[in-house]
């Protein structure tokens, strides 16, 4: 009988011990399964807490001449300056649609490879997409536009914008305006900041309504304002060749 009861204990154990293992491996099961479910909600909410802060919308104030390269560009491929008025003209800049920009952002900048048009073409300036991997900024720009368009983004609210850098040189920028405030892709960094961080002087953007372009009238990113002793170069002083190639 001790034998019988030891063997029916033994039974009795392992029949608890598989219960046990049993629950330990449905309570992991059912952790797993409700940490999948969760994870999407936790990396979102992560990423929401990564937004730049809110900032200012950079308004335009006028119209004013077009770079000659950009007219070009148009005349050759009308869809890069058409405007559809019924895309809306600001993003919600969702946790989706955030990491959607930065992705691009710098898989783009990683991709292509910064050359003037006087190197690259051996003419001054030219806005052209950098099919073969190499290009200056406004190309790049061009570049990351058409590949957040694929993305579902709405052409309108992304701006090709003209501004002058720290060293009173022009340069072209890529502006999304969002719900956020204006943010800026560029070739020269990976972050993608507000307007308002940047180092900036704000020349002119393309028109959300149409063709014509708008006049910033030469504002100053608050960073500029803050850190530089010196003045910017006077706006009226950037002409459409002297866009940087990098």
């Not at 392992?14 to 059912?30: M, Q």
């Not at 790049?140 to 003209?162: D, W, Y």
Request: glycine content about 6%; hydrophobic content about 40%.
């Amino acid at each position: 009988m001790g034998q019988t009861l030891a063997g029916r204990t033994k039974l009795c154990a392992r029949t608890v011990n598989a219960r046990v293992h049993f629950s330990i491996a449905g309570a992991a099961a059912a952790a797993f399964l409700t940490l999948s479910l969760l994870l999407p909600d936790i990396c979102r909410a992560q990423t929401l807490a990564s937004l730049p802060v809110r900032s200012s919308a950079l308004a335009g104030s006028g119209a004013v001449e077009p770079i000659r390269a950009w007219v070009e560009l148009c005349r050759h491929v009308p869809d890069e300056c058409a405007v559809d008025r019924s895309e809306m003209p600001v993003i919600a800049l969702t946790a989706d649609v955030w990491q959607t920009l930065l992705m691009v952002n710098r898989a783009v900048n990683e991709r292509i490879t910064a050359i003037s048009d006087r190197e690259h073409w051996g003419i001054e300036d030219s806005w052209n997409l950098p099919s073969d991997g190499y290009g200056d900024c406004e190309d790049i720009q061009l570049l990351k536009r058409k590949e957040l368009i694929e993305r579902g983004l709405p052409r309108r609210a992304m701006r090709m914008t003209v501004v002058i850098d720290e060293d009173g040189d022009g340069h072209a920028v890529l502006m999304v305006r969002t719900d956020r405030g204006d943010l800026i892709l560029d070739n020269r960094r990976m972050a993608i900041l507000p307007w308002t961080q940047t180092g900036y002087v704000y020349i002119k953007r393309e028109g959300q309504d149409g063709r014509e372009w708008v006049s910033l009238g030469g504002i100053s990113s608050p960073v500029v304002t803050a850190n530089n002793e010196e003045p910017q170069q006077p706006p009226s002083l950037l002409s459409p060749a002297r866009v940087a190639s990098r």
